[in-house]
Nanobody
Framework: QVQLVESGGGLVQAGGSLRLSCAHS????????MGWYRQAPGKQRELVAS???????NYADYLKGRFTISRDNAKNTAYLQMINLKPEDTAVYYC??????????WGQGTQVTVSS
């Protein structure tokens, strides 16, 4: 069973930056689509960005330009670089792995708090 472990969350002031990491434990990382989702208190979980094994990316429109998803297949790790953070970015950020024919896998989440 694949496991995902997120890291890099924390408390940052508005305008600051954070980079989240998601380590994937399986052997098929390079053909797995990785995604970052977030869930703020009282709100539904929403897609932030995703990246295919080949590097094609997809973003929530309102986050383009501030968030960048990337991956390092040699390290089995996906990243989410966040700049110019705003208080409304405060949420638990979850890593997600999807591969054809397999159930999707979620990480445990990492808290990002942006103070004004």
């Amino acid at each position: 069973q694949v496991q995902l472990v997120e890291s890099g969350g924390g408390l940052v002031q508005a305008g600051g930056s954070l980079r989240l990491s998601c380590a994937h434990s399986g052997s098929m990382f390079s053909v797995t689509t990785m995604g970052w989702y977030r869930q703020a208190p009282g709100k539904q979980r929403e897609l932030v960005a995703s990246i295919t094994g080949g590097g094609s990316t997809n973003y929530a429109d309102y986050l383009k330009g501030r968030f960048t998803i990337s991956r390092d297949n040699a390290k089995n790790t996906a990243y989410l670089q966040m700049i110019n953070l705003k208080p409304e970015d405060t949420a638990v950020y979850y890593c997600n792995a999807k591969r054809s024919g397999r159930s999707e896998v979620w990480g445990q989440g990492t808290q990002v708090t942006v103070s004004s």
